[in-house]
């Protein structure tokens, strides 16, 4: 009786001080513990690097300078694909990007100025009167059909936006769709992101 309990205490003894010993670290004996991996600790240097504040105006200039040629950069990416994350001010907001499919999916006379301004150009310095004049006929017309236009974008807008968007501020919306519609289609920024024709 007395050796069954003595081997069964001996048992219960060995079992807790199996249970209290560490397991065996199986990372690497040379790496100092407590140490993160090579890439973590390249990472966290890179972002205290950043945090640090500059030592002098030299190197302030020069973090301004890299800072602002990575914003430009995204910036001109944002422009080519409409990520409205790095947008400039003028261009972000539901309303705008609104405003701009609604323009880029209609014609617009006012695209069409600059070629013809060019024509008009080339008839006036003619020798001829009569191209002189029809040049000048030419330009009163453009002028006239860009304003009737731009009167018939800006109401058709002003209603849609009303209906779209009755709760956002849409001060300046009709004047950066008017300032887009004069734009040749293929040099417009931020590059437009639906096809003509396409309800936006």
Known sequence: MFRSRSKDGQAATTQVNDAAEPQSD????EAPKGRPTPKRSEAE????????????RKEAAK???????TSMAKQREALATGDERYLPPRDKGPVRRFVRDFVDSKWAVAEFFLPFAVVILILSMMPSMAMRNLSLLFWLLLIVLIVVDSFVTAFRLKKRLRER?????KKGAVAYALMRTLQMRR??????????GEKP
């Open 63 to 69: 973090r301004q300078r890299q800072e602002r040629r």
């Open 45 to 56: 240097a890179q972002r205290r690097a950043l945090a640090k504040p500059p030592a002098n």
């Open 165 to 169: 968007f009755p709760d956002e501020h």
């Open 187 to 196: 040099m417009r920024l931020p590059k437009p992101q639906v096809a003509r």
């Open 26 to 29: 199986t990372r690497d004996p």
